[in-house]
Nanobody, 122 residues
Framework: QVQLVESGGGLVQPGGSLRLSCAAS????????MGWYRQAPGKQRELVAS???????NYAESVKGRFTISRDNAKNTVYLQMNSLKPEDTAVYYC????????????????WGQGTQVTVSS
C-alpha cells in the first residue's frame, strides 16, 4: 500500500503565501505523476497542478503564474508553492499520486491523501 501525507494548509490573508507538502511512503516501484487537486464547498474536485517524473508540469488556468509545483524524487515528495492567494483559492487540497507497484505489470494505481484545508480570508 501507499500512503500520502499532506501538510502545510492553514489560514492566510489575501495576497499571502502557503506551501503545501505531500510525502509518499509504503511499498512501490515508482511514482509516475504527482499532483494537487482541490475541492471547494459545493463544487467538484478539480486539478490544480501536476508534475511527472522529470520536469513536465501542468497547471489549471486559474493558478498559472501564482502557484508552482515541484518534486523531490529522492524523498518521494511533492510541493505546491502558492503565492498571491485569493479567496477563491479556499478549498480542501488533496495530494494525488499515480504509482506503479511493480516493474513488470505496467499497471498504474491512483492514490489520494486525506486533504488539507486552505482558507484565504481577511
Amino acid at each position: 500500500q501507499v500512503q500520502l501525507v499532506e501538510s502545510g494548509g492553514g489560514l492566510v490573508q489575501p495576497g499571502g503565501s502557503l506551501r503545501l507538502s505531500c510525502a509518499a511512503s509504503g511499498s512501490f516501484f515508482s511514482i509516475n505523476v504527482m499532483g494537487w487537486y482541490r475541492q471547494a464547498p459545493g463544487k467538484q474536485r478539480e486539478l490544480v497542478a501536476s508534475i511527472r517524473t522529470g520536469v513536465s508540469t501542468n497547471y489549471a488556468e486559474s493558478v498559472k503564474g501564482r502557484f508552482t509545483i515541484s518534486r523531490d524524487n529522492a524523498k518521494n515528495t511533492v510541493y505546491l508553492q502558492m503565492n498571491s492567494l485569493k479567496p477563491e483559492d479556499t478549498a480542501v487540497y488533496y495530494c494525488n499520486a499515480g504509482v506503479r507497484r511493480d516493474s513488470y505489470s505496467g499497471i498504474n494505481y491512483n492514490y489520494w491523501g486525506q486533504g488539507t484545508q486552505v482558507t484565504v480570508s481577511s
